[in-house]
């Protein structure tokens, strides 16, 4: 299924208001500075400005800082996770 340019924005301005707040409150920044009601989460800038992977696998580093629920809500706003 192909998504036109309104569905991917809408989809991902829903994605942003449904976690907001919880990443806010796990990360300790806002979810604003890596967000674009188009493309979505920038991973990139998240990594290089707040988790700081030394070992290129983040999702180990953010394990360790931020738990398993860090985790789950960056897989979430990547669309892999409920």
Known sequence: MILSMRDIVFR????????????????DVGLIDYWDDFTGFDITKFDDEVIKSLDGIMADT?????????????????????
């Not at 942003?16 to 796990?26: K, Q």
């Not at 931020?66 to 897989?75: K, N, R």
């Open 62 to 82: 953010v394990k360790e800082k931020y738990g398993d629920i860090g985790v789950t809500i960056i897989e979430r706003l990547l669309g892999k996770g409920k």
């Open 12 to 27: 991902n301005k829903k994605i942003y208001h449904d976690l907001h707040r919880e990443f806010r409150s796990i990360f």
